[in-house]
């Protein structure tokens, strides 16, 4: 036996018998779970705004000659804003996705119990996610935060949201509210 192969063995006990537990653990998580369970749902919106962007940019030299991709650099330089707009509608907003899907998920969890209705935690998130990340200025909604920079704002909104209503629900505070405004 090598070296080598005595150091991998080596390393690789340690991982199993000290880290995959640890691992273990904080994947099965409830809020990883639902971070995961996140992503994933977005998922097919990256997938099509990838599609897009290589559609929008064909991966060719601009001085090609070659007849397929002079056609498709000539054709996506055309309609570079057509292909754009669909590319800006998932990617763009990608972190509304996120936190919708987050909350929702996270939500789930919490319907098991009768604790949360998933679809308000993910309407809630949404509307939270916007005041914060998009505050309106000169009567528009500014777009920088929506895309893959207010991912991890969405993360936050998305949990503090539904774990603010589970609370809210659990306690005699809530109770009173909503007792209050039941008319």
């Given at each position: 036996?090598?070296?080598?192969?005595?150091?991998?063995?080596?390393?690789?006990?340690?991982?199993?018998?000290?880290?995959?537990?640890?691992?273990?653990?904080?994947?099965?998580?409830?809020?990883?779970?639902?971070?995961?369970?996140?992503?994933?749902?977005?998922?097919?919106?990256?997938?099509?705004?990838?599609?897009?962007l290589v559609?929008?940019?064909?991966?060719?030299?601009?001085?090609?000659?070659?007849?397929?991709?002079?056609?498709?650099?000539?054709?996506?330089?055309?309609?570079?804003?057509?292909?754009?707009?669909?590319?800006?509608?998932?990617?763009?907003?990608?972190?509304?996705?996120?936190?919708?899907?987050?909350?929702?998920?996270?939500?789930?969890?919490?319907?098991?119990?009768?604790?949360?209705?998933?679809?308000m935690c993910?309407?809630?998130?949404?509307?939270?996610?916007?005041?914060?990340?998009?505050?309106?200025?000169?009567?528009?909604?500014?777009?920088?935060?929506?895309?893959?920079?207010?991912?991890?704002?969405?993360?936050?909104?998305?949990?503090?949201?539904?774990?603010?209503?589970?609370?809210?629900?659990?306690?005699?505070?809530?109770?009173?509210?909503?007792?209050?405004?039941?008319?």
């Amino acid at each position: 036996m090598s070296a080598n192969h005595a150091a991998f063995n080596l390393i690789f006990r340690f991982v199993e018998n000290y880290i995959s537990p640890i691992a273990g653990r904080i994947s099965s998580q409830r809020h990883v779970m639902a971070i995961r369970d996140g992503f994933i749902s977005a998922m097919p919106f990256m997938i099509v705004g990838s599609f897009l962007l290589v559609f929008a940019y064909p991966p060719f030299s601009p001085d090609t000659t070659w007849g397929f991709a002079r056609a498709w650099l000539d054709l996506a330089k055309e309609f570079e804003g057509r292909i754009l707009t669909p590319f800006d509608m998932t990617m763009g907003i990608m972190s509304i996705y996120i936190c919708a899907a987050i909350s929702y998920n996270l939500g789930k969890h919490y319907e098991k119990s009768n604790q949360l209705d998933p679809f308000m935690c993910a309407m809630l998130s949404i509307m939270a996610f916007l005041l914060i990340a998009a505050p309106k200025t000169n009567g528009t909604l500014p777009v920088d935060s929506l895309g893959g920079t207010g991912i991890f704002t969405a993360i936050l909104v998305a949990i503090y949201c539904v774990e603010m209503m589970r609370f809210l629900k659990r306690t005699t505070l809530g109770s009173a509210c909503r007792t209050r405004f039941r008319r």
